[in-house]
């Protein structure tokens, strides 16, 4: 999974700032997805991209959230007024084609979002 | 929504023992996925099964897939302290979901 970059690592934020967490996925594999992991929880599922768009948004909340995976450079989580319950561990997964096929999703090491 | 019920929640076992845990589901799912993931670390993916009734093994781990599509299991034989860490079942549903969802975990312990 070394080769599904994030950055940075660990993320610190005041309540009402703006994150941006990046996700640059391994070479080659165009289909994004984003995951949030809570303290002692499975990861849930937000969103789903390929290249210029957004494929499945189901999981992510109405407000505040966004994703985006342009054209060129890294895929872009942005998280508005961040509040206290937004601390968590964002994770992105990439893969070749879509995992509803014969497909493996790796992750990246994750954000750590830390809301003060 | 579909949820995957993963159990044991935790696991202490002595070094050399073998280990069993499971997932299952009220729904289908056309692919399951064990990962294991280590502390600030994302999930590392150990076995994928991608067929109804599949028996995979990666060395000392194996992992099926269940007949009914609704449950799976991960075995690792003669545990060694390396494996401590949080296993993780993962899954396509059935509908032509992209998404994984996953089980909350089992946390395992190894004394040595």
């Known amino acids: 999974n070394a080769g599904v970059m994030q950055n940075p690592r660990h993320l610190v934020r005041r309540r009402g700032q703006e994150a941006r967490l990046r996700c640059s996925p391994m070479k080659g594999h165009s289909h994004v997805y984003w995951y949030r992991q809570l303290p002692e929880e499975g990861l849930k599922f937000m969103v789903y991209?390929?290249?210029?768009?957004?494929?499945?948004e189901s999981g992510m909340p109405k407000e505040r959230f966004s994703a985006e995976f342009p054209k060129e450079g890294p895929s872009i989580l942005r998280i508005q007024q961040v509040v206290r319950g937004d601390s968590a561990a964002y994770f992105c997964a990439s893969s070749l084609t879509g995992t509803g096929g014969y497909t493996e999703a790796f992750f990246g090491q994750g954000t750590r979002l830390t809301v003060v | 929504g579909q949820q995957l019920n993963q159990s044991p929640q935790s696991m202490f076992i002595q070094e050399g023992e073998d280990v069993s845990m499971n997932c299952t589901s009220s729904s289908i799912f056309n692919t399951w996925l064990w990962y294991k993931q280590d502390p600030g670390e994302g999930p590392v993916l150990l076995i994928a099964l991608y067929k109804a009734g599949e028996l995979t093994s990666n060395g000392r781990l194996t992992a099926q897939f269940g007949i009914t599509r609704k449950d799976s299991f991960l075995n690792i034989s003669a545990s060694i302290p390396s494996d401590v860490g949080i296993y993780f079942c993962a899954g396509t549903p059935q509908g032509g979901s992209e998404k994984l969802v996953f089980g909350k975990g089992t946390k395992l312990t190894v004394n040595p």
């Open positions: 991209l390929q290249k210029e768009n957004i494929i499945d």
